[in-house]
């Protein structure tokens, strides 16, 4: 398939305070854009100026959430180069997600292309302040007109970029957690796994009462049991329980995460031994309150690593260590952000440099 560059009318003037970037407001000038039509497969790939583009009110997607996506970043060195950061991972999982939710398959070495093509045009928009990053947004939706409920036959599949900053507001503070024992996010069988818009529309009655109630974020245990941890809304968990680094295994409920995955690979060469095992929301409970529990974190392309400051379950909440972020959460953040930055070197053949 042909990939047409359309020309940008006009550009929109760049970030001048990089310190003011906030997560996902702002958006580059180019977007890339195909579509797809069963009989046809996917048709029209061009990268146009970003802006709004019109769907049929009756569009699957704005009824039934056929849908999915993907976040993945490029990062700015000291050189002045730009970094990708595992990108071939992020369009695997997109085809998965994409299967999972009955929508057409990418071409991933087209679709990886593609992306890299956008990011050159765009390379203007990749922030150049430690802790900024640009932020690609591969998209999937259902567009055809009609009510039925049964997978479209025809789709839009985007890239979006936006220039970012940290995703919380108090950037690597550590947060407090709330661990929901009623709402669940995913049940075994359903589409925890997948990237889908549904399970984060699903997410947010929890997360809102949790945040009037002043915490940062919910975790989820399972949906059976409500026993066992599972994630939290944008970020799988990782605790660092009796010295060895405990996180929940992947059974079709949990994101895949690849900076989930790239921590374990780290942890592993800094010699912590893995335990992917259900870990109880009594042992992490118990854990902080004897201390057995020595740090938690999550892991995220969006959040990167985020120290968790408190658990709060029923009506309990237990302070892990002194509040603060863990040794090992910093350890491991400066590893990871080493790697993306251009510090550290990169023995995984994680980067695709520009
Ligand atoms: C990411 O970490 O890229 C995510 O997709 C989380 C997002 C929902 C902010």
């Known amino acids: 398939m042909e990939l047409n560059v359309l020309p940008v009318p006009a550009l929109?003037?760049?970030?001048?305070?990089?310190?003011?970037?906030?997560?996902g407001k702002l958006f580059s000038d180019r977007m890339?854009?195909?579509?797809?039509?069963?009989?046809?497969?996917?048709?029209?790939?061009?990268?146009?100026?970003?802006?709004?583009?019109?769907?049929?009110?009756?569009a699957m997607v704005l009824h039934y959430s056929q849908e999915i996506f993907e976040g993945l970043k490029a990062f700015r060195r000291p050189d002045g180069s730009i970094a990708m950061f595992r990108p071939a991972d992020n369009?695997?999982?997109?085809?998965?997600?994409?299967?999972r939710l009955c929508m057409p398959q990418v071409d991933e070495k087209f679709f990886l292309d593609a992306m890299i093509q956008l990011l050159r045009l765009e390379?203007?928009?990749?922030?150049?302040?430690?802790?900024?990053?640009?932020?690609?947004?591969?998209?999937m939706i259902a567009t055809e007109a009609m009510l039925g409920v049964r997978p479209a036959n025809k789709y839009?599949?985007?890239?979006?970029?936006?220039?970012?900053?940290?995703?919380?507001?108090?950037?690597?503070?550590p947060v407090k957690i709330w661990i929901s024992d009623f709402y669940v996010r995913a049940a075994e069988g359903g589409t925890g796994e997948a990237k889908t818009g549904g399970n984060y529309a699903a997410s947010l009655y929890a997360a809102k009462q949790a945040s009037e109630q002043g915490y940062d974020q919910v975790l989820w245990l399972d949906a059976k049991e409500k026993r066992f941890v599972e994630e939290v809304g944008s970020m799988n968990m990782l605790f660092l329980y009796d010295g060895k680094i405990v996180t929940s295994p992947l059974h079709g409920t949990v994101l895949d995460g690849i900076t989930r995955r790239s921590a374990l690979t780290l942890l592993q060469e800094m010699g912590y031994e893995i335990e992917e095992r259900a870990?109880?929301?009594?042992?992490?409970?118990?854990?902080?309150?004897?201390?057995?529990?020595?740090?938690?974190?999550?892991?995220?392309?969006?959040?990167?690593i985020s120290p968790v400051?408190?658990?709060?379950?029923?009506?309990?909440?237990?302070?892990?260590?002194?509040?603060?972020?863990?040794e090992l959460t910093m350890k491991l953040y400066d590893k990871l952000t080493g790697?993306?930055?251009?510090?550290?070197?990169?023995?995984?053949n994680w980067i695709t440099l520009l």
């Not at 985007?158 to 503070?173: D, T």
């Not at 400051?309 to 863990?326: A, I, N, T, W």
């Open 12 to 23: 929109k003037p760049k970030v001048t305070d990089e310190s003011q970037l906030v997560f």
């Open 32 to 58: 890339f854009i195909m579509e797809y039509d069963t009989g046809q497969g996917w048709h029209s790939a061009r990268i146009q100026p970003y802006g709004p583009f019109s769907i049929d009110p009756a």
């Open 91 to 99: 369009v695997a999982r997109f085809n998965r997600s994409a299967e």
């Open 123 to 139: 390379a203007d928009w990749v922030p150049h302040n430690i802790g900024t990053s640009l932020y690609i947004r591969p998209t």
């Open 156 to 173: 839009l599949c985007y890239i979006i970029l936006s220039p970012v900053g940290a995703y919380y507001k108090g950037g690597i503070a």
């Open 279 to 304: 870990l109880s929301v009594d042992e992490v409970m118990e854990g902080a309150r004897s201390g057995r529990l020595q740090e938690a974190f999550g892991t995220g392309t969006a959040v990167v």
């Open 309 to 326: 400051g408190s658990f709060c379950y029923r009506d309990e909440c237990v302070q892990l260590g002194d509040g603060k972020p863990g």
């Open 339 to 348: 790697i993306q930055y251009g510090r550290e070197p990169d023995n995984h």
